[in-house]
């Protein structure tokens, strides 16, 4: 066995335990094609896939996290993803461990079709996530970074900060961390 033959990680795994769809793995597989071409500025392990069971029906759920690529260590900042149940995609940013769907105007998805039209609607939805204008805002005290906290450009909607940020914080510089030039330059 040579390194080409051992496999590299696979966009949007899921749990080879869990029970799959036909329609959820036909939608994987059209996902999986779109992600391996390359475009996306995120490694497949930033994606993650779960079949899981609602009400008495299996729903395919589908995540990618964006992280801060310029903080030490990489700082996770938003969290979105889409649920899939064979014929409709309804997608937000998730905010805590149980996957609860927040559905803002900038980050939601939904739409119906075949599972093939609809894993290229997440497609373009993770590309569009993926090309999200973030500012990190750094505070800092005696010349030292203390806080950071990471806001959607624009609305300056907060996504994620280290510390609770308290109004009249000293702020030292805003960056573009990601979305722009900062996405790949």
């Not at 899981?52 to 029906?57: I, L």
């Not at 609607?121 to 005290?141: Q, S």
């Amino acid at each position: 066995m040579n390194e080409h033959d051992i496999p590299g990680p696979v966009w949007f795994e899921p749990d080879p335990e869990l029970e799959a769809t036909e329609e959820g793995l036909r939608f994987l597989a059209a996902l999986r094609e779109r992600a391996e071409s390359g475009a996306w500025s995120c490694d497949p392990d930033d994606t993650f896939a779960s079949f899981e069971v609602f009400e008495n029906r299996t729903e395919l759920m589908v995540t990618l996290e964006l992280y801060d690529p310029d903080s030490d260590p990489e700082a996770h900042i938003l969290t979105v993803g889409a649920f899939f149940t064979g014929s409709r995609l309804v997608g937000g940013e998730f905010r805590d461990q149980l996957y609860t769907l927040e559905r803002n105007p900038e980050t939601a998805i939904e739409s119906s079709g075949t599972p093939e039209f609809l894993a290229e609607r997440a497609a373009e939805w993770f590309t569009r996530m993926l090309e999200l204008p973030v500012l990190r805002n750094e505070f800092e005290v005696g010349g030292r970074v203390v806080n950071r906290q990471w806001v959607l450009a624009g609305p300056g909607r907060e996504l994620t900060s280290q510390f609770r940020v308290q109004p009249g914080d000293p702020l030292a510089r805003t960056v573009l961390v990601r979305g722009g030039r900062a996405a790949g330059a």
